[in-house]
Nanobody, 127 residues
Framework: QVHLVESGGGSVQAGGSLRLSCVASGFTESPDCMGWFRQAPGKERERVAHFYPTTVSGAAYYADSVKGRFTISQDTARNTVVLVMNSLKPEDTAMYYC??????????????????WGQGTQVSVSS
C-alpha cells in the first residue's frame, strides 16, 4: 500500500527557511507525478510544486507564488521528495501535503490528478 509521510514543518519568522521531506513507501511502479500542495484555512488546496519521476529531464514546475523561493527535488535512493522553502512569507502559512499520482491522464498541475496523499505537515510563518 502506498504510504507518504511528511516531516519538517514548523514555525518560522518571515524570511526564514524550512526543509520539508516526504518519505514514500509501497510503490510498485513509478508514479506519473509527485508533488507538494498546501492548504490554508478557508482556502482551496493548491499546488506548490511538482515533477515527473519518469521523465529523464527531471524538470520541476512551481506555482507563481513560490517560484524562485521553493525548490523541489527527489532523492531516489532514499525514496524521498524534498521541498526546500526559502524567503518564507506569512502567506506561505498552510498545511503542506506530499502527493503521488499513478496511471492517469492529464496534467500533473491539479489536485484531482493525485490519488495518494500524506497526512500533512504544518508550516507557520509569522511577520
Amino acid at each position: 500500500q502506498v504510504h507518504l509521510v511528511e516531516s519538517g514543518g514548523g514555525s518560522v519568522q518571515a524570511g526564514g527557511s524550512l526543509r520539508l521531506s516526504c518519505v514514500a513507501s509501497g510503490f510498485t511502479e513509478s508514479p506519473d507525478c509527485m508533488g507538494w500542495f498546501r492548504q490554508a484555512p478557508g482556502k482551496e488546496r493548491e499546488r506548490v510544486a511538482h515533477f515527473y519521476p519518469t521523465t529523464v529531464s527531471g524538470a520541476a514546475y512551481y506555482a507563481d507564488s513560490v517560484k524562485g523561493r521553493f525548490t523541489i527535488s527527489q532523492d531516489t535512493a532514499r525514496n524521498t521528495v524534498v521541498l526546500v522553502m526559502n524567503s518564507l512569507k506569512p502567506e506561505d502559512t498552510a498545511m503542506y501535503y506530499c502527493a503521488a499520482a499513478f496511471r492517469g491522464e492529464g496534467t500533473c498541475f491539479g489536485t484531482q490528478r493525485y490519488q495518494y496523499w500524506g497526512q500533512g505537515t504544518q508550516v507557520s510563518v509569522s511577520s
